[in-house]
């Protein structure tokens, strides 16, 4: 349930906790000048063009904002942080009256939302959190830590652990540079760990972080497809070379899952004989068509959707002054504060279900998947 939020909630980065509020004011805008709903400019940031999450994301919210009359300064950032700051250092001068971003790296822009901050520009990070700044007004996010658990589930349900038939589970975390990575990862972890202590999940490369903190030394710096992919090459030639079964693989999000599974389809791994299950993030084209072919086993969907138009409530609050609906009980700290949040809810797309989750609901249709 969601409601506009006041009192705040403690939170221990970078975990969140839901709590019980016993009470809620409206939580108010926090530009501290007055905007000009007929002559507003918003500043949208998005990591890149290249990857189809980002492209649809920023595409569907720059149309939601000039459908409602405001301007928009769209920019994509080639996932080089550098590039990002600029162009929003950039819009800054420019400007523009709210910020929305989608940062590269959680940290790096602090100081130039600082510099926004201080300017009276409103900031709204978009999925994934800024850190270390006081600087950012809101978060608009999916539950990112259910969506790890909804992965580690998965897996769980499917190979029924043993530790009498041990499975041997090979795992793989997202950029280290990505806050919302650390989520997905420990999420997962809440639901594997115990069959890794057991012994009835293993991991015949070793690449088993000692706790959820250690989730970086298994990461895939830029969600880069090809470095997922060399990386589970090394994992084949060197530990399953022998004909040591694989039965499944941890893949935070679908661009790793594509590099995963064509390092699978190089060692002659088939579909029907000795493909492994593979989880993924996002229901891009390419993995839903995965899927079809069974060469990935489960996505968890985000609706982009449905986020970018929670963003741009967000943004059409802040502009004309209302109160900006947040989760009720539900913030994420960032390390300088609990910064009020919108989560949305993802959905599990398998085999079974993505004609009902993507095709009746129009973010796909029959013909965008070869059907």
């Given amino acids: 349930m969601n409601h506009t939020v006041g009192r705040r909630a403690v939170l221990a980065a970078p975990l969140f906790v839901s709590l019980l509020l016993s009470g809620c004011v409206a939580e108010r805008p926090t530009a501290s000048r007055k905007i000009d709903p007929s002559n507003a400019t918003v500043g949208v940031s998005m990591p890149t063009k290249y990857l189809e999450r ?26 080089k942080p550098d590039m990002q700051f600029s162009q929003i250092q950039n819009m800054i001068n420019q400007g523009v009256d709210v910020l929305v971003i989608a940062p590269i790296d959680g940290t790096m822009l602090a100081p130039v939302v600082d510099l926004a901050a201080e300017k009276g520009i ?33 897996l769980v349900d499917t190979l029924e652990p043993d530790p009498q038939k041990p499975k041997n589970v090979e795992l793989f975390g997202g950029s280290p540079d990505d806050p919302n990575a650390a989520q997905f990862f420990g999420g997962a972890w809440d639901v594997l760990a115990e069959h890794f202590e057991s012994g009835a999940f293993t991991s015949p490369s070793g690449k088993v972080p000692a706790s959820p903190e250690g989730w970086k ?73 995965n899927i079809i072919a069974g060469k990935q086993s489960m996505t968890v969907f985000k609706d982009t959707r449905k986020l970018g138009e929670r963003a741009f409530t967000m943004v059409d609050q802040i502009i004309k002054g209302a109160d900006v609906e947040v989760s009720e009980g539900k913030e994420y700290n960032n390390g300088k504060k609990d910064v009020p949040t919108y989560l949305l809810d993802p959905a599990v797309v398998t085999k079974d279900t993505y004609k009902e989750i993507l095709v009746d609901s129009e973010y796909y249709t029959e013909a965008d998947l070869g059907l």
């Fill in 122 to 154: 409103p900031t709204v990070a978009y999925d994934r959190l800024i850190e270390a700044t006081e600087g950012i007004g809101y978060y608009v996010s999916f539950d990112n830590r259910t969506v790890g658990s909804y992965q580690g589930q998965y």
């Fill in 217 to 289: 030394q298994i990461g895939i710096l830029g969600w880069d497809s090809a470095q997922a992919q060399s990386e589970m090459q090394t994992r084949l030639n060197s530990f399953y070379a022998d004909g040591t079964e694989l039965h499944a693989v941890l893949s935070p999000n679908d661009s790793l899952a594509l590099g995963i599974a064509q390092a699978l389809d190089a060692r002659g791994y088939k579909v029907g004989n000795n493909w492994p299950l593979l989880t993924g993030q996002d229901a891009d084209k390419a993995n839903v068509m």
């Fill in 54 to 79: 980002w492209s649809r994301d920023g595409g569907n919210l720059d149309r939601l904002l000039k459908e409602a009359g405001f301007s928009t300064s769209l920019q994509y950032a080639d996932n």
